[in-house]
């Protein structure tokens, strides 16, 4: 018996499945979540993300001099709207349809200044090469799952975390909207899986998550779905490790060192207390480390140069100060970085694998929230 979001029949005791995808800028990790098994025997596996893939079709294109339509749903950008503005600047022209160009910017005022032409279908006599977008394709898994004898469509819940900055006003930084709408929210619940949503609490400025979120609900039958972003993803799924979890009432420090950004969360008794968001490529070890100092001690400011290439910071409340963190716990596939910033870091690894920390967040999110749907 399923469960069903917003008040159905309520799931009966037992084992849970959940379906976990995290994506993102350099990975698709996945995580076959059984509460009857050590999650160290759970299906998991790490792939691609799809936009660099989809960025390398884009390139193949160009070296074709193909003209370009892009139809399907709304996938990560990064490396693929950077190949769509090589392919304009080579001359070459590139349509959209509306959800597509989402992937490029969520601004569609912006697209069109790209040089992207908006389309409605394809257009007439187009002779080009048509890219179908589509980051949460789950056929080619439950293949894989049928041949050892589980299915998706036996799961009682999905979760999939992406990151999105969410649709903003012309003139407006997508960065800094990005954190105002973070900290507008978790000022009315500061705990870090209030950015956590399900369909119906998903605002409708999302248009990332609401794509994904759109395909679970497509090709799954279950109907408890949940879809957040990938760095606080990553910041829950810190939690899941016992050491961390040993320290959780404390003060704690949590940092995920992405591909593309780097988030650090300070947490005081599980509530969040500040937040920071910075580009992994632009950081150096030991400055960042000695901000991070200045972050805990309530000295940093979101108007610092230091945060000027940033995403930006805010507080929601005094921090502790660094001498009252009780941990460091690092995560994401440029952790090692914070092995040279002068602090003392563990590195988190929920069922002994580090690339399983934003999975075991969404899963963490999932069940907490299994309260909700039932």
Same mark, same amino acid.
């Given at each position: 018996?399923?469960?069903?979001?917003?008040?159905?029949?309520?799931?009966?005791?037992?084992?849970?499945?959940? +379906?976990?995808?995290?994506?993102?800028?350099?990975?698709?990790?996945?995580?076959?979540?059984?509460?009857?098994?050590?999650?160290? !025997? *759970?299906?998991?596996?790490?792939?691609?993300?799809?936009?660099?893939?989809?960025?390398?079709?884009?390139?193949?294109?160009?070296?074709?001099?193909?003209?370009?339509?892009?139809?399907? *749903?709304?996938?990560?950008?990064?490396?693929?709207?950077?190949?769509?503005?090589?392919?304009?600047?080579?001359?070459? %022209?590139?349509?959209?349809?509306?959800?597509?160009?989402?992937?490029?910017?969520?601004?569609?005022?912006?697209?069109?200044?790209?040089?992207?032409?908006?389309?409605?279908? @394809?257009?007439?006599?187009?002779?080009?090469?048509?890219? %179908?977008?589509?980051?949460?394709?789950?056929?080619?898994?439950?293949?894989?799952?049928?041949?050892?004898?589980?299915?998706?469509?036996?799961?009682?819940?999905?979760?999939?975390?992406?990151?999105?900055?969410?649709?903003?006003?012309?003139?407006?930084? !997508? $960065?800094?909207?990005?954190?105002?709408?973070?900290?507008?929210?978790?000022?009315?619940?500061? @705990?870090?899986?209030?950015?956590?949503?399900?369909?119906?609490?998903?605002?409708?400025?999302?248009?990332?998550?609401?794509?994904? +979120?759109?395909?679970?609900?497509?090709?799954?039958? *279950?109907?408890?779905?949940?879809?957040?972003?990938?760095?606080?993803?990553?910041?829950?799924?810190?939690?899941?490790?016992?050491?961390?979890?040993?320290?959780?009432?404390? !003060?704690?420090?949590?940092?995920?060192?992405?591909?593309?950004?780097?988030?650090?969360?300070?947490?005081?008794?599980? $509530?969040?207390?500040?937040?920071?968001?910075?580009?992994?490529?632009?950081?150096?070890?030991?400055?960042?480390?000695?901000?991070?100092?200045?972050?805990?001690?309530?000295?940093?400011?979101?108007?610092?140069?230091?945060? $000027?290439?940033?995403?930006?910071?805010?507080?929601?409340?005094?921090?502790?100060?660094? $001498?009252?963190?009780?941990?460091?716990?690092?995560?994401?596939?440029?952790?090692?970085?914070?092995?040279?910033?002068?602090?003392?870091?563990?590195?988190?690894?929920?069922?002994?694998?580090?690339?399983?920390?934003?999975?075991?967040?969404?899963?963490?999110?999932?069940?907490?929230?299994?309260?909700?749907?039932?």
């Amino acid at each position: 018996m399923r469960y069903k979001a917003g008040g159905g029949v309520p799931r009966e005791a037992g084992p849970m499945k959940i +379906l976990a995808v995290d994506i993102g800028a350099g990975t698709r990790d996945i995580l076959f979540y059984d509460s009857s098994k050590r999650l160290e !025997n *759970c299906i998991k596996m790490v792939l691609p993300s799809p936009g660099p893939l989809y960025a390398n079709r884009v390139a193949e294109e160009t070296a074709r001099s193909s003209d370009l339509l892009l139809e399907g *749903c709304v996938v990560g950008g990064g490396p693929l709207t950077r190949a769509v503005k090589r392919h304009v600047q080579s001359g070459l %022209r590139v349509y959209a349809e509306r959800e597509a160009a989402f992937c490029l910017r969520n601004n569609l005022e912006d697209v069109l200044e790209m040089g992207v032409e908006l389309v409605e279908g @394809r257009p007439e006599g187009f002779r080009g090469a048509v890219l %179908r977008l589509d980051e949460l394709d789950l056929q080619p898994l439950e293949s894989l799952l049928l041949s050892v004898g589980e299915s998706l469509q036996e799961v009682d819940a999905a979760a999939v975390a992406v990151q999105d900055h969410g649709t903003y006003g012309k003139g407006q930084s !997508n $960065r800094k909207t990005r954190m105002e709408w973070m900290r507008a929210t978790l000022l009315e619940d500061p @705990r870090p899986s209030r950015l956590a949503y399900t369909v119906s609490t998903l605002p409708p400025r999302f248009p990332r998550m609401r794509s994904a +979120l759109e395909r679970l609900r497509q090709q799954l039958s *279950c109907e408890a779905l949940l879809v957040m972003d990938t760095a606080p993803a990553a910041v829950i799924g810190c939690m899941a490790d016992p050491m961390v979890q040993e320290r959780a009432s404390g !003060n704690l420090l949590l940092v995920n060192a992405g591909n593309g950004h780097t988030m650090a969360c300070l947490l005081g008794g599980g $509530r969040v207390l500040g937040l920071l968001e910075h580009h992994t490529a632009r950081l150096e070890p030991s400055s960042f480390g000695s901000y991070l100092e200045a972050f805990c001690s309530g000295k940093a400011a979101d108007e610092d140069d230091f945060m $000027r290439d940033g995403h930006g910071l805010f507080y929601l409340d005094e921090p502790p100060g660094m $001498r009252n963190i009780d941990m460091v716990a690092v995560t994401g596939p440029n952790r090692e970085m914070m092995l040279k910033s002068g602090l003392e870091v563990y590195f988190p690894s929920p069922g002994g694998d580090m690339m399983m920390t934003g999975p075991m967040g969404l899963v963490s999110s999932v069940l907490e929230k299994e309260r909700e749907w039932q």
